[in-house]
């Protein structure tokens, strides 16, 4: 031992000697053995050299007029772990306020219970506290708060709590309650706040529920999996918070329209109906209305005709629903609006040109509905993020939308109509994110578009317009020429014309890199090709074919388990990847079909999206949207994003092409910003197969390489309930996983099937490799020998040592307790018992708690 811990051994002696000096059985006693017990830190000295001083004047600590008696206690984020030791807090008989949140606490003393009658405000928040939550906290008669969010407490909510009559504050969020909303709840009168958002609870609402808390303002069950029909808040006179999204309710929205509610959250939930008729609830406050998402449900009819009178409104979802054709609804007095989201509502007509009238809109979709004419001027001042695509809108982009482009976030004008005679972008955004326009121009170019010149001699300008109106007369005619031959040279080289494709008879046989398979297809134009959104499209395997040069090796994306995937267009440009089940299937084709359809009905925004399938002979073909930037695999084990060859990658920097327009590259990549939200996309996605499908979907191979990112890099997790199409033996060989992120109990029992807490522990493997930068398996794991990512994490967790496990890529200063917190809930995940790990849905809530800040 070195002589550099001598002045630290002096410090603990004179710590332990000093609290010693306290006499015993008094609370100083009590908080001394309390802080030693869990490895507290010490309190400042007086002077160098001196004693403690007094408990009272601790920093943590509050004492009564008397100076003897701790009534407040805050020991927030000091490290403490373990459990709290008996005769140690349980004894501070004033304690009326206690804070022992962001430590590592896993239990708590059986006397702790007996201070039933002081304690007034209990925070255990950001803890580790496991098992059940005891019956004895109804002991606690005179608590008015009691936070437990963010633990591991399981079990039953106890009855009990019902007798804390004075209770305002209750948050139990991010833990694993499970069952169902205990009716006892109701006993606490006085709630003002209710959170229990993000738990296993099931089952509909108690009754009386609504009627039971006349002062409550803010109640948030979301990221639940409570069902049954949705309560008529009218008895809520109070409430100005509620967030019921993330769960199974049913039934109409009317009943939700009562009163001040500010915020109103019911997104992902099964609630129908027409909400037009919220209109005759004439006692909803619509001008104080804040926040309104009812986005994907079943809701149907038109919007609210009086929606324009919610002149406060900021954030507008109601996209994902089933509502009838509709124009574009009034919306010229929501000038405070910030965030606008219309996708997929039916949407007819023109985009009204009022719309420039949202000044503070950052965020922008309507895309995938039937929107015509031309994009109206908007404001752009604050907007970041724009998605028009999937319409059919015509002219071009206008020019202030069109500078403001390379700055956004994410942009997104593909499948309409539009030309873009004054953009320049690089290649990889055109196929991103103006996938159908039009790029080529009239000859004569708007002048306005055009670098300005200075002045000269009136001659010399006439000499100049006429030189230059000719050259780009010549280079527009060459351009013509060259594209159309261009383009007759690819479709020669990469399409089959109809009538070749008629004359060429199966079956067909294809070779790839590691195997032959074949398609029992006798005549390539009678095999249909079933594309869900374009049922009016006689696609047939003809134009696979085509698509994908017959199944050529060079439109070869890669070869799964399940089999090879190609890419291609079929007609009309509907970019797709083709995804062959070359291991047959035991289900017949009426049942294959069936699952398909079942599969394409699955929407959620961190899905790849199933377009269509193909019954070609015994090959089952999946049909599925292409994604642009390849899978989270190859992002962060190989090369950055739009780099094809290792000889390219040349730059690891954000950087701007000549044309101003910024690309990713691998720093983009290495962000802790970038990986929290492909984290966090995944754990979405995961989160809905598990609770918001019915039938229940479980993954069964959650990996680096299911994960894809699209063409707004976001995250998209692909290859999700094919087990039933594919069959027999190729499905338990899925059901047991890939090596580095198969759970531990697949190797201890034979027949051990696949669950929502396998898919959870794979998930938490992705979430290590996000984290540290390294593989499951065979990477550099310091200070460790014959280890793999899991267990290596996993043990500098437990030490403390987490952020010795950090990607030193990671750029951002700020977020290392963002990213340890990270590593922390990969550790609940990748827990070798089953029934330890977390929902998907609790993990949604702990990843958006370590959400980077806005302006990091």
């Known amino acids: 031992m070195g002589l550099g811990f001598l002045p630290s051994l002096l410090f603990l002696a004179l710590f332990f000697r000093s609290l010693a000096s306290q006499q015993p059985n008094t609370d100083g006693s009590y908080v001394r053995d309390f802080l030693e017990g869990m490895g507290g830190p010490a309190p400042a000295l007086s002077e160098p050299g001196g004693a403690l001083p007094p408990v009272c004047s601790w920093e943590w600590a509050t004492c009564d007029a008397d100076g003897e008696n701790v009534v407040a206690l805050a020991a927030t984020g000091l490290g403490l772990s373990g459990n709290i030791p008996e005769n140690t807090l349980g004894k501070l008989i004033k304690l009326q306020d206690l804070d022992l949140s962001r430590n590592s606490i896993t239990g708590i003393s059986s006397d702790f219970w007996g201070l039933g009658s002081s304690l007034r405000s209990l925070n255990f928040s950001r803890n580790r506290l496991n098992g059940s939550l005891p019956n004895n906290v109804g002991n606690f008669g005179k608590l008015e708060s009691l936070d437990l969010s963010h633990n591991d407490l399981s079990g039953e909510i106890p009855t ?5 009559s004075g209770l305002r504050f209750l948050n139990l969020r991010g833990n694993m309650f499970e069952g169902r909303i205990p009716g006892g709840l109701l006993g606490c009168r006085s709630l003002v706040t209710l959170d229990i958002s993000s738990n296993r609870l099931i089952g509909g609402f108690p009754d009386g529920f609504g009627a039971g808390f006349r002062n409550l303002t803010s109640l ?6 409570i069902s049954g029909r949705l309560l008529n808040f009218s008895g809520l006179e109070s409430m100005g918070y509620l967030n019921l999204s993330g769960n199974q309710i049913q039934g109409s929205v009317m009943g939700v329209f009562q009163g001040p509610l500010q915020l109103i959250d019911l997104s992902s939930n099964q609630l129908q109906g027409h909400i037009s008729q919220v209109t005759s609830n004439s006692s909803f406050n619509w001008s104080g209305l804040v926040y309104l998402d009812l986005s994907r449900n079943h809701l149907s009819g038109e919007f609210f005709p009086n929606l324009n009178e919610a002149h406060s409104l900021k954030h507008l979802d109601l996209a994902g629903n089933r509502f009838s054709p509709q124009k574009f ?30 000044v503070s809109l950052t965020t922008l979709d309507l895309s995938r509905n039937r929107l015509t004419g031309s994009i109206p001027q908007l404001s752009t001042r604050d907007l970041g993020v724009i998605d028009l695509s999937v319409n059919n809108l015509t002219g071009e982009i206008p020019l202030p939308l069109l500078q403001r482009l390379p700055s956004m976030q994410r942009f997104n004008f593909s499948y309409n109509n539009l030309t873009l ?25 708007n002048p306005d578009l055009l670098p300005k010149t200075k002045k000269t001699h009136g001659g010399l300008k006439l000499v100049l317009a006429i030189a230059l109106s000719a050259f780009f007369l010549l280079v527009g005619l060459v351009c013509l020429a060259l594209g159309c031959r261009r383009r007759t040279r690819l479709w020669a080289v990469k399409q089959l014309s109809y009538k070749e494709e008629q004359t060429i008879s199966g079956p067909f046989s294809f070779q790839t890199d590691s195997t032959t398979w074949v398609a029992d297809v006798k005549v390539a134009t009678s095999v249909p090709v079933v594309i869900f959104e374009k049922p009016l499209l006689n696609f047939t395997f003809a134009d696979l074919l085509a698509a994908t040069s017959h199944f050529d090796r060079g439109t070869l994306l890669a070869e799964g388990r399940f089999g090879p995937v190609y890419r291609g267009f079929l007609p009309g440009g509907i970019h797709v990847a083709v995804k062959v089940l070359v291991l047959g299937s035991t289900c017949t084709d009426l049942e294959a079909a ?13 899905l790849v999206p199933l377009t269509g399938y193909c019954l070609a002979g015994e090959q089952r073909i999946a049909i599925y949207e292409y994604m642009e930037n390849g899978n989270l695999q190859n992002l962060l084990h190989d090369l950055p994003l739009g780099i094809q060859a290792t000889e390219d990658w040349s730059n690891d920097t954000w950087e701007e092409d000549n044309d101003g327009v910024q690309s990713i ?15 966090l996309g995944t754990a979405r996605a995961l989160a809905y197969l598990h609770h918001g499908c019915f039938p229940q979907i479980v993954h069964r191979d959650v990996k680096a390489s299911s994960i894809y990112i699209d063409s707004a890099f976001e995250p998209r997790l692909s290859d999700f309930g094919l087990s039933k199409v594919v069959g027999g033996s190729l499905e338990e060989e899925i059901t047991r996983g890939s090596a580095g992120y198969t759970p531990p109990e697949f190797s201890e029992a034979e027949n051990y099937s696949a669950t929502p807490k396998s898919d959870v522990y794979g998930f938490g493997v992705v979430l290590f490799e996000l984290v540290t930068g390294k593989k499951p398996l065979g990477d550099e794991y310091p200070g460790e020998k014959d280890a793999n990512l899991v267990s290596w994490v996993r043990g500098l967790v437990k030490k403390n040592e987490s952020s010795s496990a950090i990607d030193p890529k990671i750029l951002e200063t700020g977020s290392e307790r963002q990213m340890e917190e990270a590593l922390r809930i990969g550790y609940l995940c990748t827990a070798e018992l089953p029934s330890k790990r977390p929902s998907m849905q609790q993990v949604v809530g702990l990843l958006k708690d370590v959400e980077p800040i806005a302006d990091q």
């Open 329 to 358: 609804p009034s919306i010229a007095y929501l000038t405070s609006l910030e965030y606008l989201n219309l996708s997929g509502t039916g949407l007819t007509g023109k985009i009204p040109a009022e719309i420039s009238r949202l």
């Open 160 to 164: 009990t709590i019902g007798s804390l």
């Open 594 to 606: 069936r699952e398909f359809e079942r599969l394409g009905r699955i929407k959620h925004p961190n």
């Open 421 to 445: 005679c004054a953009a320049r972008f690089s290649p990889e955004t055109y196929r991103a994110a103006f996938f159908g326009s039009q790029n080529d121009c009239p000859i004569a170019a």
């Open 665 to 679: 590259t691998s720093e983009g990549q290495t962000t802790w910003r970038f990986r929290h939200k492909i984290a």
């Open 220 to 225: 948030d069950l979301s990221g639940n999996m």
